[in-house]
């Protein structure tokens, strides 16, 4: 089974507007972090948020929220007013356990932002 | 700036050849990770180092090895490349924890020919 699933591959959203990019994990392990990466054209991958689970409270950075969902096993990232500059590839990620190892990452989502 | 340092950003090598593809972890990041991002595979975990000893072994061929040394920076050696190694191949460091987020590299991207 795969760790990590996104099943949006392309989004549109119209500038200044909110966008949810949807991501659910599979883990049998109760402590693991759930991570979203910003990847631009130019091929950096990019930090953006992280959410672990035992946080009572959805992570929240900027213009950037985790609407955790830890019954369904969902992760989904919240862009609110979104800018040009956020077109790119996002990828939710996972570590299981304390000290885990590597990183789960999905298969990404593309994000267009339309003026 | 993510910190973490990866020479060369771009190489083109021919089929058959060898190539070194170096990482300068975060300052104080003892977790080195190397990852290869194709079209057809998307991101694939290939090995991880702690403070110089293998962690974790995903995805990794057996043409592929890394190592970690003493200062911390890690080197992944590609051998008898092939077409289907054309790649770009991240490097990551994090401290310790699950909490603790990786940093990446810009990456090389490496083109067999």
């Known amino acids: 089974a795969q760790k990590i699933t996104q099943t949006q591959p392309g989004m549109f959203v119209q500038e200044k507007e909110a966008v949810t990019l949807d991501c659910t994990y599979d883990?049998?392990?109760?402590?693991?972090?759930l991570f979203w990466y910003k990847q631009p054209s130019s091929g950096e991958m990019i930090f953006l948020i992280y959410q672990g689970s035992y946080d009572q409270q959805n992570a929240t950075e900027g213009r950037y929220s985790l609407n955790f969902q830890k019954a369904r096993k969902s992760a989904n990232l919240v862009i609110s007013a979104s800018q040009l500059g956020d077109s790119a590839m996002y990828f939710c990620?996972?570590?299981?356990?304390?000290?885990?190892?590597?990183?789960?990452f999905g298969t990404g989502t593309s994000l267009t932002v339309i003026p | 700036d993510s910190g973490v340092t990866q020479t060369p950003k771009h190489l083109i090598t021919a089929t058959g050849q060898r190539v070194t593809l170096r990482c300068s972890p975060r300052?104080?990041?003892?977790?080195v990770y190397w990852y290869q991002q194709s079209l057809d595979q998307g991101l694939q975990f290939l090995i991880q180092?702690?403070?110089?000893?293998?962690?974790a072994k995903g995805n990794i061929l057996e043409r592929f090895s890394a190592q970690q040394f003493p200062d911390l920076h890690s080197e992944l050696n590609l051998s008898s490349l092939e077409l289907g190694d054309s790649a770009l191949y991240f490097c990551a460091s994090s401290d310790w924890g699950r909490e603790a987020e990786a940093f990446f590299g810009q990456g090389t991207r490496l083109t067999v020919v």
């Open positions: 883990t049998s392990d109760p402590s693991y972090g």
């Open positions: 300052s104080g990041d003892l977790s």
């Open positions: 180092y702690y403070n110089g000893e293998e962690r």
């Open positions: 990620a996972m570590r299981e356990g304390y000290t885990g190892n590597q990183f789960y």
